[in-house]
């Protein structure tokens, strides 16, 4: 009864400030510490180019929430990092899939779509509840938590049905294209990667990157890049990215690489060969992206220390709407035109 009150009690605060810890319950000690070291990566560049404030909370604000004893801000912070929107999402499931497809390929023992299709749908109804059951409250980094949910916007029967015909779109797509007969044509050796968190060093400094499949056969380093959304501006930018990493950890020249984005909705394919210039423009781009970064530090970047206030918000408040932190910024998860056009590049929650 004792442990049921407790929790009772904490669940109901949880859904008020959003910082519920059951560990507290059991006075479980507190893991080690990690130290927060500087690193590079092309989604972190994306996230201090468009707000300087949302890349604190996600780089700064939000280390150490994981702990039982960490500050109530850092926990929260760390909860909002660990979000992801549908789009998000679905593009994650298709990832994981297509992931599950190689691993069976290279093992050629691929299985029907129908069955892929089930193991999708099984993990959406899974994955789904975690988000309506709140259950990130206890293990935000392993339990889906939806924004869409999270801010009280409404996903509609037909959404979820158009979510679901996405993901498997995406899924046929992959398994009829000459992308995958060409993969299954590979020899076991002449797979590189899939999937791996990579890292290598420029600058001094590491940079971190995922691809999502590359091989290595005629003498052609092909890497591949699965896309679910719609072409960005900056895909090309990130693309260079790997192609710079297997030059410099590969030791691939240029002349043999073949770059491949494949916008799996609607089905197309777009190959491109890398210059010597661009792995040049690349390597100066990422050392620029990496000054400013380090410029606004406490300390120098051995230190890797932040201020919020050294963080403003961005002027383009309309992004707000769709940021995760902005219960952070704003005070509230609630969205009004009036409270977001009022708010000061300052302002923290």
């Avoid at 000690?29 to 590079?40: H, I, L, V």
């Avoid at 994981?66 to 499931?93: F, V």
């Avoid at 109804?125 to 206890?138: C, H, L």
């Avoid at 781009?285 to 990496?290: G, H, K, V, W």
Wanted: glycine share 6%; with cysteine.
């Amino acid at each position: 009864m004792v442990f049921r009150k407790a929790l009772a009690q904490s669940v109901k605060s949880a859904e008020s400030v959003l910082i519920f810890n059951p560990a507290r319950l059991y006075n479980r000690p507190a893991m080690a510490e990690f130290k927060n070291q500087f690193s590079w990566s092309f989604t972190r560049h994306k996230n201090f180019s468009e707000c300087r404030r949302r890349y604190y909370y996600h780089y700064y604000g939000s280390w150490n929430g994981w702990s039982n004893d960490a500050p109530d801000q850092a926990r929260l912070a760390y909860r909002l990092k660990c979000m992801q929107s549908l789009p998000m999402w679905l593009g994650d499931l298709v990832h994981r899939m297509i992931e599950r497809v190689l691993g069976d390929l290279r093992n050629q023992e691929v299985n029907s779509i129908e069955k892929y299709q089930k193991q999708l749908r099984g993990w959406m109804n899974k994955e789904y509840a975690q988000s309506t059951e709140k259950k990130w409250m206890w293990k935000p980094k392993y339990n889906l938590n939806l924004f869409e949910h999270y801010y009280g916007e409404e996903i509609a029967a037909e959404q979820r049905a158009a979510a679901r015909d996405k993901v498997y779109a995406c899924l046929q797509h992959f398994l009829q294209s000459a992308v995958f007969t060409q993969l299954g044509k590979l020899r076991p050796t002449e797979w590189k990667t899939i999937e791996k968190l990579e890292q290598f060093e420029v600058g001094g400094r590491t940079v971190f990157l995922k691809i999502d499949c590359a091989t290595q056969a005629g003498g052609l380093t092909t890497i591949y890049d699965w896309k679910t959304g719609a072409q960005a501006d900056d895909a090309a930018a990130q693309l260079a990215c790997y192609a710079l990493y297997a030059c410099h950890s590969w030791r691939v020249p240029v002349e043999s690489q073949r770059l491949v984005s494949y916008y799996l909705d609607p089905d197309t394919v777009r190959e491109h060969q890398p210059t010597a210039e661009e792995l040049i423009d690349t390597k100066e781009f990422i050392l620029a992206s990496m000054g400013e970064m380090i410029g606004m530090l406490d300390g120098g970047v051995e230190k890797n220390r932040a201020t919020v206030e050294n963080f403003p918000m961005t002027d383009a408040r309309g992004q707000c709407r769709r940021c995760f932190f902005r219960e952070m910024c704003y005070g509230t998860r609630e969205w009004k035109e009036a409270s977001a056009a009022q708010a000061q590049p300052g302002a923290s929650g």
